[in-house]
Nanobody, 115 residues
Framework: QVQLVESGGGLVQAGGSLRLSCAGS????????MGWYRQAPGKQRELAAA???????NYADSVKGRFTISKDNAENTVYLHMNSLKPEDTAIYYC?????????WGRGTQVTVSS
């Protein structure tokens, strides 16, 4: 089993920055990909950023150039650095991991960007 716990969400003004953390525990050795999804009220959950075991990353066009995903393999922790935040970034951000067979989700952390 894999457990994911997010932290770092909060309220920030437009143009500000936040760093989200996702601490993984359990059988993290099996994880192939980790990422951050977000879901705004009334919208479908979408992938914001992902990172693979070899360090490859990809981003949604809406966050490219503003968000950076990184990881600390030794600590089984994934980060999402969010800069130049916009009100449309307001969402619950969920940490996600998969091992090729199963998908694991954190409970989410709220990010609110005020105008």
């Amino acid at each position: 089993q894999v457990q994911l716990v997010e932290s770092g969400g909060g309220l920030v003004q437009a143009g500000g920055s936040l760093r989200l953390s996702c601490a993984g525990s359990g059988s993290m050795h099996s994880i192939k990909t980790m990422g951050w999804y977000r879901q705004a009220p009334g919208k479908q959950r979408e992938l914001a950023a992902a990172i693979t075991t070899d360090g490859s990353t990809n981003y949604a066009d809406s966050v490219k150039g503003r968000f950076t995903i990184s990881k600390d393999n030794a600590e089984n922790t994934v980060y999402l650095h969010m800069n130049s935040l916009k009100p449309e970034d307001t969402a619950i951000y969920y940490c996600h991991a998969d091992d090729g067979l199963f998908h694991f989700w954190g409970r989410g952390t709220q990010v609110t960007v005020s105008s």
